[in-house]
């Protein structure tokens, strides 16, 4: 009997997979960061398709409150059976997204193949304007979340993946978007997405800024449709 061992998970856009040399690696984190509506969470949810597609559960930590059963059925199409595979948590403030990451090495099985947090950051800005002079400890938080998951990804040989929001940086006068809180993610992150508007609403540029194999970035640009976010060619 073959028996095939999940290394990679497809993003589903083949030129990401290309530069990634096949998707995202189990033992990996992951980061998806962009502006609004780039696309992040349609990603994330194709990588979680694709790892049900291989029988592996995938965790889905929803902590904008954003999934759409809708969208994920639209992405699965053909393997609509396969929707059960993907658990659903929804923590409501950072408090809770702190006890859900805290409980990952028991809740997480051999059968999981990948962890999504959807947007690790966004409780985390919430409780930060709440409480500005707790910043520096939130932000520790933070990082020790991301720490806690990149270790699980790791002993556990699953792919972790984080998607972020942005703010703009300012770098000698000029003006550049960055992850929320870039420093912790950036420092935890394997491979790094960076998901950028473009003129048509519907194309974004899409960048891997990291990866576990090359150094360069290399970017492309993706089409958001109906089934997803795929290659966008021009003819
Ligand atoms: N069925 C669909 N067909 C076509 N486009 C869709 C469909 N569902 C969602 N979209 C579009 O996909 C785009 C990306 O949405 P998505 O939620 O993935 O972005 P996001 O980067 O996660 O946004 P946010 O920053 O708000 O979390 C949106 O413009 C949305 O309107
Ligand atoms: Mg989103």
Not at 22 to 39: A, D, H, K, R, S
Not at 74 to 88: C, N, R, Y
Not at 172 to 192: G, N
Request: hydrophobic share 40%.
């Amino acid at each position: 009997m073959c028996v095939t061992v999940l290394q990679k998970i497809s993003t589903g856009c083949e030129s990401i997979d290309n530069i990634l040399g096949g998707g995202i690696q189990f033992g990996n984190v992951g980061l998806i960061y962009g502006e609004p509506e780039t696309g992040k969470t349609t990603l994330a949810i194709q990588c979680a398709a694709n790892c049900t597609r291989q029988n592996y559960k995938t965790l889905f930590i929803d902590c904008d409150g954003t999934f759409s059963a809708r969208r994920m059925s639209q992405i699965l199409s053909d393997d609509l059976g396969k929707a059960e595979l993907v658990i659903l948590m929804k923590p409501e403030d950072f408090h809770e997204q702190t006890v859900v990451v805290d409980q990952l090495p028991e809740y997480l099985t051999k059968s999981f193949g990948l962890v999504i947090v959807d947007t690790m950051t966004s409780l985390y800005r919430v409780k930060v304007a709440e409480s500005p002079s707790r910043t520096f400890e939130l932000n520790r938080e933070l990082n020790r979340q991301m720490a806690l998951s990149a270790q699980i990804a790791r002993t556990q040989k699953i792919a972790v993946l984080v998607t972020s929001q942005v703010r703009s940086a300012f770098h000698d006068a000029q003006v550049s978007i960055e992850p929320v809180a870039t420093r912790v993610l950036k420092f935890w992150a394997d491979t790094i997405i960076a998901l950028k508007p473009t003129g048509n609403s519907q194309v974004i540029k899409a960048t891997v800024e990291k990866n576990p194999r090359k150094m360069h970035p290399q970017t492309c640009r993706l089409k958001i449709t109906e089934t997803g976010i795929h290659e966008y060619s021009v003819r």
